[in-house]
């Protein structure tokens, strides 16, 4: 599903770490980190599940398709959240990315998480 998808390819509004936040504490969003589980472990945004882009296909049954799923990882540049939400995208389900990263998250004092849960 990842063949030919491009950072650019139908790239929605990415969402705002103040916005995400506030979706969190709500319940309205789920989370995907898309870094290699051992940067998860080290510390992630609370609630946010762990997959890699070749692991993206094995937790789409779990995914609510009506929920907004909001991928992020290493930061701005970091090309696998694009990949994700453009993979995602592609098979029905609303994504988009967070603006920055892991940490700006971090840098804006929002809440991490170590651990693998």
């Known amino acids: 599903i990842l063949r030919g998808l491009s950072s650019g390819e ?3 509004e990415p969402v705002s770490r103040e916005d995400l936040a506030a979706r969190i ?3 309205s969003v789920t989370v995907l980190d898309v870094r290699p589980a051992d ?3 080290a510390g992630h945004i609370p609630g ?3 997959a890699t882009l070749t692991e993206i296909e094995r937790i789409v049954p779990t995914l609510d398709p009506a929920a907004e799923i909001v991928a992020y990882c290493r930061g701005p540049y ?3 959240a694009h990949q994700a939400v453009a993979a995602l995208r592609k098979l029905g389900f ?3 990315r967070l603006d920055g990263g892991l940490p700006e998250w971090r840098e ?3 809440p991490v998480l170590a651990g693998t849960q």
């Open 48 to 50: 946010a599940l762990n």
């Open 94 to 96: 609303n994504a988009r």
């Open 25 to 27: 504490a709500e319940g």
């Open 108 to 110: 804006d004092g929002l």
């Open 78 to 80: 970091c090309i696998y």
């Open 10 to 12: 139908d790239a929605p």
């Open 39 to 41: 940067e998860y472990a």
